[in-house]
T-cell receptor
Framework: GAGVSQSPSNKVTEKGKDVELRCDPI?????LYWYRQSLGQGLEFLIY????????KSGLPSDRFSAERTGGSVSTLTIQRTQQEDSAVYLC????????????FGSGTRLTVV | DQQVKQNSPSLSVQEGRISILNCDYT??????FLWYKKYPAEGPTFLIS?????DKNEDGRFTVFLNKSAKHLSLHIVPSQPGDSAVYFC????????????FGKGITLSVRP
């Protein structure tokens, strides 16, 4: 597609439930990133996929968070046993190379845990 | 530990005047800096960047200044336009590391007509 697509755009879930957030990067982009923005905070790095290399998971806040990228394209971020502090906007970005100017962000998924 | 700091949460300027958005960083390893602009319900979009080998980069109405000794950068918008009203994020990275960016909390700029 023309841009990075994220779904759903909004998600309200009950505390303790699992959620899956989806990211469709720009076709051909080898790098994919997940960030989140909590209320009043900057964008917090979560995880980075580059080609077939092992992902950089150093930003995942707990073992309740996991992500995968199938076939080098679509990525799913899964949050198990959601907590209220997980409420945030989850942003996905992709780029064609390691050039930071090539980051293209999606519009994000606003997750609210009640 | 906030490695990239945008200490002013908001800024309001008159249309046609200069907007100066400030950013400080603490990690001396950072050598590449970027500004992103974000409108409501949209993802951030890249605006302008600067490498640590430079102290200034200009693109149209936007200029970024870098003061390495002070670990400070600023974004100047001249002249400011109402369409510039958005949240501006400062970001930093280390060349050679993965492409991970460290972002500040953002500054909300309002340009008054």
């Amino acid at each position: 597609g023309a841009g990075v697509s994220q779904s759903p755009s909004n998600k309200v879930t009950e505390k303790g439930k699992d959620v899956e957030l989806r990211c469709d990067p720009i076709s051909g982009h080898t790098a994919l990133y997940w960030y989140r923005q909590s209320l009043g905070q900057g964008l917090e790095f979560l995880i980075y996929f580059q080609g077939n290399s092992a992902p950089d998971k150093s930003g995942l806040p707990s073992d309740r968070f996991s992500a995968e990228r199938t076939g080098g394209s679509v990525s799913t971020l899964t949050i198990q046993r959601t907590q209220q502090e997980d409420s945030a906007v989850y942003l996905c970005a992709s780029s064609s190379d390691r050039g930071f100017y090539g980051y293209t962000f999606g519009s994000g998924t606003r997750l609210t845990v009640v | 530990d906030q490695q990239v700091k945008q200490n002013s949460p908001s800024l309001s300027v008159q249309e046609g005047r200069i907007s100066i958005l400030n950013c400080d960083y603490t990690n001396s390893m950072f050598d590449y800096f970027l500004w992103y602009k974000k409108y409501p319900a949209e993802g951030p979009t890249f605006l302008i960047s600067i490498s640590s080998i430079k102290d200034k980069n200009e693109d149209g109405r936007f200029t970024v200044f870098l003061n390495k000794s002070a670990k400070h950068l600023s974004l100047h918008i001249v002249p400011s336009q109402p369409g510039d009203s958005a949240v501006y994020f400062c970001a930093a990275s280390i060349t050679g590391a993965n492409s991970k960016l460290t972002f500040g909390k953002g500054i909300t700029l309002s340009v008054r007509p």
